[in-house]
Every structure is written in structure tokens, then in C-alpha cells.
């Protein structure tokens, strides 16, 4: 079954289950030219246990839009139903030859809007999320990039494996 059928290009799915159903997120190309990548969004679906398919999609983009891509889903099953939650690599100005302004966005369903968590404390030059949460908080972990030479290259060695925990608001 197709859950986009337009031209726009789609790519790098995640996907979660949980008692209270599943989780889908991806990344689209809204323009269609993925040398233009200010314009990519992640995009998230969940599973309707009535109609027994995914339900419309909803794009989600970091505080400063840019490129979105890179995501990771989860839910959180300690809560009544279980909370579903995503994280994800935004680049504000979606150019891969900075990294600066890379960071990791999170985003949880709360009600019936999906809403962003502020993760600025989060180091910058992130990129690589994966999510888990639990009754301890929500826990990260994601590579920084250091620089090498006049650059900090997206690909390579360069990574430093960080984790983070958000308990408490903090």
C-alpha cells in the first residue's frame, strides 16, 4: 500500500511499535531537487488501528527549518497509551560543508500536535541520533564532529559518540 504517491522523493524510514500502535518517519525533498536541501522535512505517520493503515502524515522541521533528515522514532510505553517520540539530524542552512549550525532535534506527540523539545543545550556539529524512553527520561545518543583542518566534514572519522538524558524538564 502506498503511503506517498506524488513525485517528491522520500528516503531513510524508521520505525517504531508499541501497544499503542506504530510510528513511521521519514525524510522528503518538498521541491523535488535534493541538491536544494533547506527544503527537507521529516515526515511522521501513525498507524490507525481502525482503519488498519497509517494515518495522514504530518512534517516536522528543527527551530530553524533547514535540512531535516536522519530521524529515529520510539515511544515512550511507561505512559496511557504509550507516547510516541522522534529525533533527528537538523542543518539550518543545509549546507553540508558547515556544521555549526547542525544540531539534534526531538519531537513527541502530546495530545493531538506533535511538539518540539528544546534540545539546545545539545552540543553543535550532531548529527546520528537514536532515541530511547522510558520511566528514567528520554535518553540520546548521536556522534559530534570535530573539525579537521578549516572543516568539520559530515562523513569520516571524526565522530565523537555522545549520549544525553532529559529528566525533569533538564
Known sequence: IHLTGDAVPDGLPALAGSSAGALLAWTRDLDGNLATRHDQRVAV???????QKFAAFHLLAGPGGGMNNDVSVTYDATTNPATPYVAWTNDADGDLTTANDRRIAVAKFA??????????????????PAIAVGEHGLRLAFLVRQAEGAG????GTNGALWTAHLANNT
Open 45 to 51: 505517520a501513525q498507524w490507525d488501528q481502525g482503519q
Open 111 to 128: 495530545g493531538q500536535a506533535w511538539t518540539l523539545i528544546d534540545t539546545a543545550a545539545l552540543p553543535r556539529r550532531a548529527d546520528s
Open 152 to 155: 568539520v566534514p559530515l562523513l
